[in-house]
């Protein structure tokens, strides 16, 4: 993939004109999660806290409404909903995940426990199983209802990125260790893949067929998966999100619910959208004067939100949080931008039928 124009115009704070949800954070954003039935969004923060926000989209215009906030001790690093949108889950720091009932009005609960900060958290619907991934190299499966967890899966490392899409899961960990699972039989590592990136893996996203996956790296470059031992083939990684000489972080990467296209986030404070199939970049936005730190698309891809602040890409002690500003952001893609466009080969170039 192409990436010439990575070099961005002026930075300023919102160079894309992207509505700006408030209150926001008052230190880095972890994590971003929309209810997968509704435009609810739920922000966790360094901050210990998690917040939510329902949003309103009329004729174009968005508005948001702050909604409640619930808190844990320590740093909040990862949420997900449950698949019927009445309950989020969160984990963090504090080495335990909550159950928040945020429908119904009741009260944040703990549902699990590891020995290290969780890190990645997710939902199993078809098994009505919440997964946790921790710095503490275990897996979990756990029965909500239930004290002690449904299954521990050891790890060769600690986990670092997780991602589930129905059967499909799969768990970055570190030394690029990439553990495929199959959620019928959860019980037992599918695969076991070493990155084809050089550097750590930060972020993980499943093709919305199962059939693979995309893992970002700390070294900013993406690697294209497939499982199929004959699929693999069509792998292939590509650099992206670097400044000149200067290389940045893949923060994250979301699949639009409809096209099938992604977006990448990086610590160059970009986001673009790409075609994986032909490998071509579809757009690139202006870059943001501070890192992207995690991202997500709403139910039906029509919004695309994404928080700025500091991803601790410079180590803790380039972190001012007394004036670093911390911002969350709606944008409204374009149908151009996320739908897959005709393209066919001209020797090693992709060239899109548009440009002809």
């Known amino acids: 993939m192409s990436t010439s124009g990575d070099q961005a115009t002026a930075r300023n704070t919102n160079p894309n004109n992207s509505y700006e949800i408030t209150p926001s954070a008052t230190d880095s954003v972890s994590s971003l999660s929309f209810s997968p039935i509704a ?28 909604k409640v906030s619930m808190s844990h001790d320590n740093p909040v690093l990862c949420s997900a909903w449950k698949d019927d949108g009445t309950t989020v889950f969160t984990g963090g720091c504090d080495k335990q995940a909550k159950m928040w009932p945020l429908l119904s009005g009741a009260q944040p609960f703990t549902v699990a426990m590891h020995d290290a900060p969780i890190c990645e958290i997710a939902w199993i619907p078809g098994m009505n199983l919440l997964v946790t991934g921790s710095w503490d190299k275990t897996l979990k499966y756990w029965d909500t209802r239930q004290p002690t967890p449904a299954h521990t899966q050891q790890l060769p490392d ?3 990125a997780l991602t589930v899409k129905e059967s499909l899961m799969v768990v970055g960990t570190g030394d690029r260790n990439l553990l495929v699972f199959d959620l019928k039989n959860p019980q037992v590592e599918f695969k076991r893949i070493e990155s084809s990136l050089k550097h750590q893996t930060r972020c993980l996203a499943a093709f919305p067929d199962q059939k693979g996956f995309l893992v970002g790296s700390i070294g900013g470059s993406v690697g294209v998966h497939h499982i199929d031992d004959a699929q693999v083939s ?28 992604f977006i ?14 032909s490998k071509t970049r579809l757009k690139a936005m202006s ?37 670093a500003k911390t911002s969350i952001y709606l944008h409204l893609p374009e149908e151009a931008d996320v739908k897959p466009r005709s ?14």
């Open 39 to 66: 435009d609810i969004l739920v922000a966790t923060s360094w901050d210990c806290q998690v917040r939510c926000w329902e949003i309103t989209r009329s004729d174009g215009s968005i508005s948001s409404e702050p």
């Open 158 to 160: 600690k986990c670092y």
């Open 234 to 261: 069509k792998n292939y990684t590509f650099k992206c999100h670097r400044v000149g000489n200067t290389i940045c972080s893949v923060n994250s990467l979301n699949f639009h619910p409809i096209y099938g296209t």
């Open 264 to 277: 990448s986030t990086g610590s160059d404070g970009t986001f673009s959208f790409w075609d994986k199939d």
């Open 287 to 323: 870059r943001c004067d501070q890192p992207i730190t995690c991202s997500t698309f709403n139910h039906d891809g029509a919004l695309f939100a994404y928080a700025v602040g500091y991803d601790w890409s410079k180590g803790a002690e380039n972190h001012k949080p007394d004036t």
């Open 343 to 356: 393209t066919y080969k001209v020797g090693r170039f992709t060239v899109k039928k548009e440009q002809i």
